[in-house]
């Protein structure tokens, strides 16, 4: 296996951050551009509120390994995973789904326990296949708090894999702590490390260095074993001739093909 092979993108629809979080360049690329432009091979498809044709973004996704879909809302209303099943059943590649920002602002707490282990069966025991789950964790929410953190661990746990996220550039110093930490919280885990190519934290470009070393420190513990895979954020900004994103192209290049 090679390390591209670790490689997700976190898709949006194109153009969704147009004008927005200090961007003022107008972006085209979609998903699928983005995977083949940075050489990833893997995607989270998370439409972020904006109706899409589901069926159309799997058409596009065909030639990729593995595809998830953000499916928050299923916390409330564990039925609407039908349709990522049925889905799956026409998209082999199909393989997961995931939920963003569970943690955030105390989001997953209205979501009674017994949904997430109903969903976990659902996932896993279904005429299709078996998919797995993820969860969005940011270094801001765990770490800070013991009990805070025990309080938690019971909805990790029903998780099949972690993405670790920093949303502030700033606290990108913070993460070799952080990390040590996550692997505390999440020992029956699986793990990825999200990696911001802008700075929407503190809206504002994100710069090589920043992106560089994370990048650096993700492929380190990937080889370890420790984790295994980095997720690209995002597609809105790819085609905009930012510092970052060029860094992190070359980056891929350098570093894609290597076994693993």
């Known amino acids: 296996m090679l390390l591209r092979d670790r490689f997700w993108l976190w898709g949006h629809p194109e153009g969704r951050y147009n004008n927005m979080y200090g961007n003022d360049k107008i972006s ?3 998903p699928m551009e983005c995977c083949l432009y ?17 069926r159309q973004y799997n058409k596009s996704f065909t030639t990729l390994r593995q595809v998830g879909w953000e499916c928050f809302e299923a916390g409330a209303h564990p039925e609407l995973l039908e349709d990522y099943i049925s889905a799956a059943a026409d998209f082999p590649n199909i393989g997961c789904v995931v939920l963003d920002d569970f943690k ?28 797995d789950s993820w969860m969005v964790l940011y270094t801001s929410l765990f770490g800070n708090d013991p009990d805070d953190d025990a ?4 909805y ?11 949303w502030k550039e700033s ?3 913070l993460i070799p702590e952080k990390y040590e930490i996550f692997k505390k919280l999440t020992p029956k885990n699986r793990r990825m490390f999200g990696c911001y190519l802008y700075n929407f934290g503190e ?12 990048l650096d420190f993700y492929r380190e513990k990937i080889l370890l074993g420790e984790a ?16 970052a994103y060029d860094a992190a192209l070359e980056w891929t290049r350098k570093h894609g093909d290597e076994e693993i």
């Open 104 to 131: 955030n602002e105390g989001r997953y707490k209205s979501f009674p326990i017994e949904n997430l282990i109903r969903i976990q069966e659902r996932l896993h025991e279904n005429p299709v296949k078996r998919l």
């Open 228 to 243: 295994e895979g980095i997720v690209f954020h995002t597609n809105t900004m790819a085609d905009l001739d930012y510092p």
């Open 203 to 214: 809206s504002r470009q994100a710069t090589p260095e920043a992106v560089l070393w994370q």
């Open 151 to 154: 309080a938690f661990q019971p």
């Open 28 to 30: 085209r690329m979609t």
């Open 156 to 166: 990790m746990d029903l998780f099949d894999g972690i993405i670790m996220w920093t």
């Open 38 to 54: 940075l050489g990833i091979r893997n995607t989270f498809m998370v439409p972020v509120g904006i109706p899409v044709n589901k």
């Open 171 to 173: 606290d990108v110093p």
